[in-house]
């Protein structure tokens, strides 16, 4: 069974940085694509966010968070992260990780991730 536990949401001052964690249990994410989402009020779907290759870890992202977030994994710990820099109110939303399908691409369709955590909150005052 496949578990995804993100922490590290809270609240934030805009300009302020937050690092987000996802521990897995019941696969190894090295051999995953992982990615990030987030869901903000009122709109239907989650929006991709960044995203990590299970083989080089190259990474892609979201135009509005380019320059200011990173993805990166640690497979010794078998946990994902986000670290967000240079937050702006516009951030603010319930942030996601998802596992994608075992050695496939990874994608910033949120339909192609097989497994998801519960979610943690972000919320950036101005």
């Known amino acids: 069974q496949v578990q995804l536990v993100e922490s590290g949401g809270g609240l934030v001052q805009a300009g302020g940085s937050l690092r987000l964690s996802c521990a897995a249990a019941?696969?190894?994410?090295?051999?995953?694509?992982m990615g990030w989402f987030r869901h903000t009020p009122g709109k239907e779907e989650r929006n991709f966010v960044a995203?990590?290759?299970?083989?080089?870890?190259?990474?892609n992202y979201a135009d509005s968070v380019k320059g200011r977030f990173t993805i990166s994994r640690d497979n010794a710990k078998n946990t994902l992260y986000l670290q967000m820099n240079s937050l702006k109110p516009e951030d603010t939303a319930v942030y996601y990780c998802?596992?994608?399908?075992?050695?496939?691409?990874?994608?910033?369709?949120?339909?192609?991730?097989?497994?998801w955590g519960q979610g943690t909150q972000v919320t950036v005052s101005s």
């Open positions: 019941g696969r190894i994410i090295g051999r995953y694509p």
């Open positions: 998802a596992m994608g399908p075992f050695r496939g691409a990874p994608s910033e369709a949120s339909a192609l991730y097989d497994y």
């Open positions: 995203s990590i290759s299970w083989g080089d870890g190259s990474t």
